[in-house]
């Protein structure tokens, strides 16, 4: 017999709160990036510049920032 489908989240998929202007904006950034073939985040990095996107700090994003700042976004 086949078990029916049950549905669950991931951790990351349940939230507390919607997601706020700057999330949405890192989060379209993101698929514009994947669309266009990123796969590391360099690449990544490459379209945040191209859409004059500073950094948390006002600087220029490294991949650390941007591993840092996905982290700090994922908790």
């Given at each position: 017999?086949?078990?029916?489908?049950?549905p669950?989240?991931?951790?990351?998929?349940?939230?507390?709160?919607?997601?706020?202007?700057?999330?949405?904006?890192?989060?379209?950034?993101l698929?514009?990036?994947?669309?266009r073939?990123?796969?590391?985040?360099?690449?990544?990095?490459?379209?945040?510049?191209?859409?004059?996107?500073?950094?948390p700090?006002?600087?220029?994003?490294?991949?650390?920032?941007?591993?840092?700042?996905?982290?700090?976004?994922?908790?």
């Open positions: 017999m086949k078990k029916p489908f049950v669950y989240n991931e951790t990351w998929q349940t939230r507390t709160h919607e997601p706020d202007p700057y999330e949405n904006m890192l989060g379209d950034v698929e514009s990036a994947f669309a073939g990123a796969t590391t985040l360099s690449e990544i990095i490459s379209v945040m510049t191209e859409r004059d996107i500073p950094a700090d006002g600087g220029s994003w490294t991949e650390r920032s941007l591993a840092d700042e996905l982290a700090r976004l994922a908790d």
